[in-house]
């Protein structure tokens, strides 16, 4: 990984996963330039749900949130790059997806805040912590991009 590389986490929800948009989003981010290190497909729990949304379990709209993060399994997926957060934020689309303009990927398949297709982390902070959340330190990849050089212009650095 290059020093200057960040990691953050994806989660595609269940709409995302039960409308077929796994391959459509996953497209969009390796067409960025951003590297998959883990990938994987899971069923949340409560603990990981109540771990991951702490900042707003005690919300009276929580409930519904686990519930809809349960209703299927959810891909997972460790991205990283330079300036991978913020180009996965403007990529993914403001939180509510009604406001997300078109290109983005909630302005091209969601209208609603809670089922807005995609979880992205939204600091580098978060990115990190998110991504140990989710996923053993054996399912992370390192490796460099066949194109980084061209991807990444010497002005990045």
């Known amino acids: 990984m290059h020093p200057k590389e960040e990691k953050t986490l994806i989660i595609l929800k269940p709409d995302a996963l039960n409308r077929g948009l ?5 497209k969009r981010f390796e067409q960025k330039g951003l590297k998959i290190v883990g990938m994987k497909m899971m ?3 409560d603990a ?3 771990a991951h949304y702490a ?5 009276p709209f929580f409930a519904g949130i686990k519930n809809f ?3 299927s399994p959810v891909v997972i997926m460790a991205l990283s790059g330079i300036n991978a957060v913020a180009a996965v934020r ?5 939180t509510k997806a009604y406001e997300a303009t078109a290109g983005t990927i909630r302005g091209d398949f969601s209208l609603s805040m809670q089922s807005n297709i995609v979880h992205a982390s939204d600091s580098i902070e978060n990115g990190l912590a998110e991504v140990e959340r989710f996923f053993e ?3 992370i990849f390192e490796y460099k991009r066949n194109d980084f050089d061209f991807i990444n212009a010497e002005e990045t650095f």
């Open 22 to 26: 796994v391959g459509e989003i996953t």
């Open 43 to 45: 069923q949340l729990d």
């Open 48 to 50: 990981i749900l109540e």
């Open 55 to 59: 900042h707003i379990a005690d919300k």
């Open 69 to 71: 993060m349960k209703a």
């Open 90 to 94: 403007l990529i993914v689309g403001p």
């Open 137 to 139: 330190a054996t399912e």
